[in-house]
């Protein structure tokens, strides 16, 4: 694999990053185009209903990346400018230590069925004393999943005391799901099961349905960050404190770890994954002990680097849904050529804590308007019509000015007699 360490690469033009990848043999002449060629409507079509048209995003490279002695090279999609830079800059801080290590990920989901109108204690004895003979009863509804090695193989059970005063026995059927995300797969399982928990214990199944909550998934990752490329200590020591924070401030958790989901969203959405299912999974494993908190910890080691820990679970396939069928998310696993589900969870692990650190640096340091005022800038220059070789001019003589607007852009188009782009 070739270094993902690439200095420079936002300075190239568009044409010149997809040749560069070309020249390293990470994208053939196919995958090039099908990351700029739009999806066909035909193909949108068949995804979602009553179709009017499609919805694009950019898809940026994160550089600098080594996950468990392997360069990667990470595609995110995202629509908002300063997270794949940051991404970038966490991993460049991780890279002289060895980059990120990452553990975890089985592919395990969880099915439920909620019983109700039921002894709940007398239904989980009786469910658990058959627990073996009811896995039995469960088949793959394709054949597909079984032939990969996956399938059902542990039932636990639980009473819940809901608030109407009502017993309820859950009933939590384990699945390994191997590369998909499983969730058709797991559902199906809840569906099979329920009529048989009911004929046993004469309760009524009112849900079947995955959990969210994939705690099984759960992945740690973590890495050492150079002290000096971050700022120096006090801005490691700092980042620790903003991490106490985060874990004392739910307030301020829920931003913090909308930072880390910032990396971790970005992978899962460019590889045709279900970001929202990854999202509820992280954000009610940060309230998994009673109160929301960070998903990161940190510390500063005896030579005075930084070490983070994120530890999520991030619940992702690489077969089934749009992973396959969507070119761009094909190109996308194409481009990060990782093989497994586990793999690819592990790889948006270790770009969630690198996006944590960088936003954490920026707002112990500078602040993160100053970075966020400099891309608003640009992206304002380009909305006023400023020619595309113009742009950075323009955007560093607003943020100077301190005044950062259309108006402000053509202004200074018009002292210094750029001609503005029509629409
Ligand atoms: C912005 O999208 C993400 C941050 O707010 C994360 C954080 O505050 O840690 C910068």
């Known amino acids: 694999m070739p270094t993902s360490r690439l200095p420079g690469f936002y300075k190239k033009s568009l044409d010149e990053r997809l040749e560069h990848l070309q020249s390293i043999e990470l994208l053939d002449d196919a995958t090039a185009k099908a990351l700029l060629n739009p999806v066909p409507i035909s193909l949108l079509d068949e995804f979602s209903e009553n179709v009017i048209g499609r919805f694009s995003l950019p898809l940026g490279l994160a550089t ?9 090279f990470v595609p995110m999609a995202t629509e908002e400018s300063s997270v ?3 991404a970038s800059h966490g991993a460049k801080a991780a890279r002289g230590h060895g980059g990120f290590t990452t553990t975890g ?20 004895a009786q469910i658990e004393a058959i627990s073996d003979e009811l896995l039995d009863l469960l088949h793959d509804p394709d054949g597909s999943m079984e032939k990969r090695g996956g399938g059902p193989h542990t039932l636990r059970t639980r009473v819940h005391h809901l608030s109407n005063e009502e017993e309820c026995l859950t009933v939590h059927i384990i699945a390994n799901v191997q590369d998909a995300m499983g969730a058709n797969y797991v559902n199906s399982l809840a569906e099979q099961l329920a009529p048989h928990l009911a004929e046993i214990t004469g309760g009524r199944p009112i849900l079947r349905i995955l959990s969210n909550l994939a705690t099984h998934r759960t992945v740690v990752a973590k890495a050492t960050f150079d002290a000096e490329t971050l700022g120096g200590a006090q801005i490691a020591h700092d980042i620790v404190t903003a991490n ?4 004392a401030d739910p307030h301020r958790a829920a931003t913090h770890n909308k930072g880390i989901l910032n990396g971790i969203t970005a992978v899962v959405l460019s590889t045709g994954n279900d970001t929202r299912a990854v999202e509820a999974a992280a954000h009610a494993y940060a309230a998994r002990k009673g109160q929301y908190r960070a998903l990161t910890e940190y510390h ?32 996308a696993l194409g481009i990060l050529g990782v093989k497994t589900a586990q793999r690819l969870s592990q790889v948006a692990a270790a770009v969630g804590l690198a996006q944590n650190v960088a936003a954490l640096r920026a707002l112990v340091a500078e602040g993160i308007q100053e970075v966020h005022m400099a891309l608003h800038a640009v992206n304002l220059a380009r909305e006023a ?10 955007a560093d003589a607003m943020v100077d000015m301190g005044t950062v607007s259309a108006s402000a852009a053509r202004r200074l188009a018009s002292q210094k007699g750029i001609d503005i782009e029509a629409d």
Not at 105 to 124: G, S
Not at 312 to 331: D, E, F, L, N
Request: hydrophobic content about 40%.
């Open 64 to 72: 600098n990346f080594t996950i468990d002695e392997e360069d990667i």
């Open 84 to 86: 794949i830079a940051a």
């Open 105 to 124: 990920a089985k592919p395990q989901m969880i099915a439920q069925v909620h019983l109700i109108d039921v002894d709940a204690y007398q239904a989980q």
């Open 244 to 247: 106490h924070i985060a874990n």
């Open 300 to 331: 500063v080691t005896p030579e005075g680097d930084l070490q983070g820990r994120l530890e999520v679970p991030i619940p992702v396939g690489t077969v089934g849904g749009a992973t396959r069928s969507h070119p761009q998310a094909k190109a």
């Open 385 to 394: 019509g400023i020619p595309s070789e113009r742009v950075e001019e323009i």
